[in-house]
């Protein structure tokens, strides 16, 4: 990544720019603009977070805010309400008093002196998130947003809950969220007379959000609010939507693609969750200059060329022998003109006992039983790449051996594999829950299996997320699961494998008792695109501002490590990310952060899963020196789940403030 120091326009940066919100609340935001915008205005560009711009995205705000701002733009990046420097309270995810609060943000920005009027919005995560949802909510002066790694469907594709199956992530985003909006703001900006009562009311007022997470198992109407796929045509603003194989949020892309009419474009590289001009794994792109393209065409007007750009580019990998972490990832860019493609074909193949055969089969009599051990799904990897270390899926064959496998013949041409492969079984279940986690994996000669795409479902979802039904005990029935969206390339003699597992811990929570299921019947459906020759569109190699100016005070570092317990045989998963802890050298800030996660399971038996997560998080200044501690716990039982969280603050190293959280939610076929 290139770090550029000279812009075409000089940049002038306000740490702390108030913005009154209609009910009289102040919220923060450091902007970045022109020096001379008030004689030549410029669009803004908004990005509306809950993750403290003063210490908790800066690495990334100073790549990126600097060099939009350098080429004409006004750049807003807004603490949300209740966190950071910002006043108010934040008592859940994209509330409408939060996509109010950007809508408000946008008025005011187009009316001031230095705007052209016209608006844009961005993130990653989020920011992503809300992006789309203000999109849909059509404030007048946005006419532009570019959402990362982000979703469309808040309870079939989030961070909570997928295929109906909750998302171990859930618990571990609950406590990274109570570990977040704990903290304190810094008396540099908001004042030292006030700093603490802000604090104060923050941690008496906050909420556990595992709670309200659990209470909705269901996709109700709490999840639909904030799904844009309930209303595509609700989004106006030109979208464009990025993404990675390596993220949990690959498949937006796509849906967004298809379903928006309003102009969008689509990019997926290789990349983990993080924004592209310093993802990994490698190649990154010039993403800075290709967001300037789409700027500058929506919000001033200028030729750029990204209304021809093909509808969806990708990164089409090739077949690595699998690892934790790759540095990069080779393959070559693909360009399809519209999307879905026309030229994408569906290749079936029939399940059929322990094969994978070319075409519709030719046996109808078989039947396959799994029973999957508990801690099948220990190769996942992280449902969130985010370190740049140990957080991809691992070789798959232990995972293979605990689950149902059919397996193809080595193939005979080389496959350019390409959207959601699909899957459908003929499953008969022993209990009235269940659960599916099927993976597409490749057979690799050096006798590895690498996954390739995968998908999970709660077989009690099986016609609605809306209104699940319980299984009847030993009745036949069919299921049609997508996988994830992917761009593989499976090399000529290499075999494909579908791999079907009852259990997928840590990634799923196991259903309340081990459950059996019977496959009688199935096929893959396989989009195969015609094989690239070699890349179809480039991007500019990677630009940046100059990074973010620190004195390493503690350095970072992260393990992953899986093993057995001698002592009572449960399989455990243990994670330590230390993040390390900096002083900034332009305002003084200390700010610091290390998390512990430990996963565990008994092979045997479903309501043995538990785990414990421990978050640090150190910062301030001089006379304002804080610490906050969470540690979280969940387990469950046959009828509950349960979860407890303790907080503790220190100030200048005396205590400050304790909370204890306890909850018990009442399982509803989950």
Known sequence: MRHVTEFPRRVRETADMGIVMPDGCRLSARVWMPEDAETRPVPAILEFLPYRKRDGTIERDQFTHPWFAGHGYACLRVD??????????????????????????????AAQPWCNGRAGMMGISWGGFNSLQVAAMQPPALKAIITICSTVDRYADDIHYKGGCLLGENFGWATQ??????RPPDPELVGHNKWLDMWSERLERMPWLWSPWLEHQHRDQYWKYGSVCEHYGAIKAATLSIGGWHDGYRNTISHLVENVSAPVKGIVGSWNHKYPHYAGPKPTIGFLQEAKRWWDKWLKDEDTGVESDPAYRVWLMDSLKPKRWFEERPGRWVAEQEWPSPDIMQCRFALEKDRLLDGEGSNPEWSVTVDSPMDCGLMSGEYFPFAFSDELPDEQSADDERSACFDAEPSNDTLDIVGAPQVTLKLACDKPNGQIAVRLCDLRPDGTSALITHGVLNLTHRDSHEFPQALVPGEVFEVTLALDQIAYR????????????????????PSPARAALTISGGALDLPVRPMAEGDEWQFEEPEAAPAWRIEELRPSRYSRTGSTDSQTGEAVVL????????????HGLISGSWTREEWRIHPEYPLSARVTIDWEKTGGREGAMWRTRITARMHCDATHFHSSASLKCDLNGADYFRREFTDSVERKLV
Do not use: K
């Open 80 to 109: 949300m309400r209740g966190s950071g420097d910002s006043e108010g309270l934040m008592f859940d995810e994209y509330t409408q008093q939060e996509l109010d609060d950007a809508c408000a943000v946008i008025e005011w920005a």
């Open 177 to 182: 969220m109570l570990a977040y909006s704990s």
């Open 575 to 586: 994670i330590e990310a230390d993040s390390g802890e900096n002083r900034d050298l332009e």
């Open 490 to 509: 499976l090399p000529q003699g290499h075999r494909l494998r579908v791999a079907v597992s009852t259990a997928y811990w840590p990634y799923i929570w």
